[in-house]
Every structure is written in structure tokens, then in C-alpha cells.
Nanobody, 126 residues
Framework: QVQLVESGGGLVQAGGSLRLSCAAS????????MGWFRQAPGKEREFVAA????????YYTDSVKGRFTISRDNAKNTVYLEMNSLKPEDTAAYYC???????????????????WGQGTQVTVSS
């Protein structure tokens, strides 16, 4: 499995931007599909964005389309989530996750992912 560490969260005003990073350990990062999920207090963890191994395809939940961008740098073993035009409803703990190449589960599903980071808090004030 791969070890994941998120960073870049913080407090921002509505309309602002943040860039989350997720650093992965191991030499097989490029063989994982990568995703970002979030969990607000009292709510279930939900899919935010995902990217395939060679960045050919990206996926977003409807509420962040046009505002968030997922990307990855396989040379740096890092995946990013660029978040613009942030809204108070984006407030949550954001988690990076890795889905192995062998997974047959759809990339937007929680159970496609076998490795998770510890999360980074994003708070958007109105």
C-alpha cells in the first residue's frame, strides 16, 4: 500500500482559493488512481474528484465542477486539488485516497480506495 499525507488546508473567505497537496510514499504511485473526498461534521464522507493513473481522465462531483481541478505529478508522487471560488458549503475535512490499478470498482466510489491520508481541514467563512 501507499502512505498518503495531505497538506494545504486552512481558513479562507468565501470566494477565495486553496490548493491541497497529497504526498505519497513508495515507488508505485503512478499505478494508483487517486481521489479526493471530503467529510463535513455529521455527514458521510463524499467523493469530490479523481484522476486516472496517467491523468488521461478526471472526474468531479457536480457541486465542484468548474471550481475545483485535480492534477497529479507522478515524478513527485503528489496529487493536487486546486479549489477556487470556495463556498461555505465546501467546509469539510478533505482526504486524499489511492485506488490500486487492480480495482474494478468505479473511481468515484469510496470502496475503490484502499489507502487514505489523515485529512486536512478546509474552512470557508461567509
Amino acid at each position: 500500500q501507499v502512505q498518503l499525507v495531505e497538506s494545504g488546508g486552512g481558513l479562507v473567505q468565501a470566494g477565495g482559493s486553496l490548493r491541497l497537496s497529497c504526498a505519497a510514499s513508495g515507488r508505485t504511485f503512478s499505478s494508483y488512481r487517486m481521489g479526493w473526498f471530503r467529510q463535513a461534521p455529521g455527514k458521510e464522507r463524499e467523493f469530490v474528484a479523481a484522476i486516472t493513473m496517467r491523468s488521461i481522465n478526471t472526474y468531479y462531483t457536480d457541486s465542484v465542477k468548474g471550481r475545483f481541478t485535480i492534477s497529479r505529478d507522478n515524478a513527485k508522487n503528489t496529487v493536487y486539488l486546486e479549489m477556487n471560488s470556495l463556498k461555505p458549503e465546501d467546509t469539510a475535512a478533505y482526504y486524499c485516497a489511492a485506488s490500486p490499478v487492480s480495482s474494478t470498482v468505479r473511481i468515484t466510489a469510496l470502496n475503490a480506495y484502499t489507502s487514505w491520508g489523515q485529512g486536512t481541514q478546509v474552512t470557508v467563512s461567509s
